[in-house]
């Protein structure tokens, strides 16, 4: 459960799962101060454990409970065997992957703004194509609309609305040339992990949770400036603020990508590497079994 959802647990249980036994919130989130919820929520715990830096700032920042980096083990992603041809994408035709579900709020993962990239990047017949591949389309139809809008008539960009299981979704990032997130915030980006794992080359915003495993020797990054969240579908508070990355320089970057295969093998190599050195499951294990041993102590307010 989400920190925003984990008071909720008590009233449906009906009993304190808290009594006489040590309790951590393993908790994510994507902005750089944590909801009022989830503060509330912080007083119900004994400690806070986050996969990110950034959020570890966000919750050490605002609560006075223990908040440890455990990052998740790199990612050892086991894609299905679908074929570039059976989801539909041309051979030689260099193709862009935005993907995300609905219910992650479409301003902060920012699909329009890739679309804005891309056509400022590409005239309609230069061959390059962008996929916008989302899930939950049925239930939140309103943001799909907002994207079809956006697309209107380039015929080099395919709106693609469609539940995959997990290996077909690891597949199609895997058969795509680039995987995009222009994204204002995010709690880590395990996407974009598992992209640089299967080889696909990754262009993101330089900020929030992936800047913990991405710079620019592995990633094409894009620079951003903060600015207040707007339009968070009530997930998101108004006072908080997020990223706004520079679309003239994304852009650039993904005319790069297109066009200098030599860069992108480059960008693909780092990144394995990078991948490899993170760690793996025992080491995290291990990690966590040593701050098991040790009981948590509350900072002072």
Request: proline letters at 7%.
């Amino acid at each position: 459960m989400t920190a925003e959802q984990f008071p909720l647990l008590f009233a449906q249980l009906g009993v304190d799962i808290n009594r006489d036994r040590r309790t951590i919130g393993y908790w994510f989130w994507e902005l750089s101060t944590p909801s009022p919820q989830a503060r509330r929520a912080a007083f119900q715990v004994d400690e806070v454990w986050t996969a990110s830096r950034f959020v570890q700032d966000a919750f050490a920042g605002a609560i006075d409970r223990p908040v440890r980096l455990v990052p998740l083990p790199r990612p050892e992603p086991e894609p299905s065997a679908r074929t570039r041809a059976e989801f539909g994408l041309e051979e030689g035709r260099f193709t862009f992957l935005c993907s995300f579900d609905l219910f992650s709020v479409v301003e902060r993962k920012n699909p329009l703004g890739v679309i804005d990239a891309f056509c400022k990047a590409f005239p309609p017949d230069e061959g390059p194509k962008l996929v916008i591949k989302t899930i939950n389309g049925n239930t939140r139809w309103v943001g799909l609309e907002r994207i079809r809008e956006a697309i209107g008539d380039r015929a080099d960009i395919r709106l693609w609305d469609e539940h995959l299981s997990r290996d077909d979704h690891l597949a199609l990032i895997r058969q795509v040339d680039c995987l995009v997130s222009l994204h204002r915030s995010e709690g880590l980006g395990l996407h974009l992990l598992e992209a640089m794992a299967l080889g696909t080359v990754v262009m993101a915003t330089d900020y929030s949770g992936p800047t913990d495993f991405v710079d620019e020797s592995c990633a094409a990054l894009i620079p951003f400036r903060l600015v207040p969240v707007a339009n968070g579908e009530g997930a998101y508070p108004e006072e908080g603020s997020w990223a706004e990355p520079d679309l003239d320089v994304a852009a650039s970057a993904m005319r790069r990508l297109a066009h200098e295969p030599a860069h992108v093998a480059s960008l693909v190599a780092a990144a394995r590497a990078r991948i490899g050195t993170l760690p793996d499951r025992g080491a995290v294990g291990m990690a966590a079994r040593s701050l098991l041993r040790h009981p948590a102590r509350r900072s002072s307010p």
